[in-house]
């Protein structure tokens, strides 16, 4: 299994909405990222989980809260965002933290609307 | 601090011609080098990555880059593309300790008949 699930594909909601972005693997990696690409732009890093801890938060405003319940599963929290935060989250994972990992395994995305 | 640099946001080629995508990079030391592929609503998928050795790098789907340390370069090529090559490709920049994988702003490539 070599997959990084993401879910839902598609989010709507409105700014005083409370939901999550899920982020699942099975490939037994120890890092896992959550990414933000605005259209037609690269992805931004935003967190990075290094076995199921915090190590890196890219000064990433507080109505955004990402968990790491286990090394499988990476949630992302979502209260009180902006229009502006409409974009695509990417998930991904590696084997082992940082980029002498090797290969990144990026998910589908979750495509987020904020109304 | 570390960045890339792709020159060409869009690129069109026929199909069956040869393919060239341009990335130069920022390091202050050795970089790890990814080339990564995004179809449209996809995530992301890595064609090719270099960390040392040999500066020509085979991939998946018949591409190579090649590194050069002189011109802070690390180019994507392919001999002959096909109709499913039409993607956004990302070139990243990371090195050893570095969780950070930073990626270049992408080259739109379109292919016609």
């Known amino acids: 299994d070599t997959e990084v699930t993401q879910t839902p594909k598609h989010l709507v909601m409105g700014m005083t909405n409370k939901k999550s972005l899920k982020c699942e693997q099975h490939m037994g990696h120890r890092a896992m990222y959550w990414y933000k690409q605005k259209a037609k732009k690269p992805p931004e890093l935003m967190f990075v989980?290094?076995?199921?801890?915090?190590?890196i938060n890219e000064s990433v405003p507080s109505r955004f809260s990402p968990e790491c319940p286990n090394s499988s599963l990476l949630n992302l929290h979502l209260h009180a965002l902006q229009p502006e935060d409409s974009a695509l989250y990417l998930c991904?994972?590696?084997?082992?933290?940082?980029?002498?990992?090797?290969?990144?395994?990026f998910g589908e995305g979750s495509r987020l609307t904020v109304l | 601090a570390q960045s890339v640099t792709q020159p060409d946001i869009h690129i069109t080629v026929s199909e069956g011609a040869s393919l060239e995508l341009r990335c130069n990079y920022s390091y202050g030391a050795t970089p790890y080098l990814f080339w990564y592929v995004q179809s449209p609503g996809q995530g992301l998928q890595l064609l090719l990555k270099y960390f040392s050795g040999d500066t020509l790098v085979q991939g998946i789907k018949g591409f190579e880059a090649e590194f050069k340390r002189s011109q802070s370069s690390f180019n994507l090529r392919k001999p002959s593309v096909h109709w499913s090559d039409a993607a956004e490709y990302f070139c990243?920049?990371?090195?050893?300790?570095?969780?950070?994988?930073?990626f270049g702003t992408g080259t739109r490539l379109t292919i016609i008949p």
């Open positions: 990243a920049v990371g090195g050893f300790g570095n969780e950070k994988l930073t």
């Open positions: 991904a994972s590696s084997q082992t933290p940082g980029t002498a990992g090797g290969e990144l395994f």
């Open positions: 989980y290094s076995y199921e801890k915090l190590s």
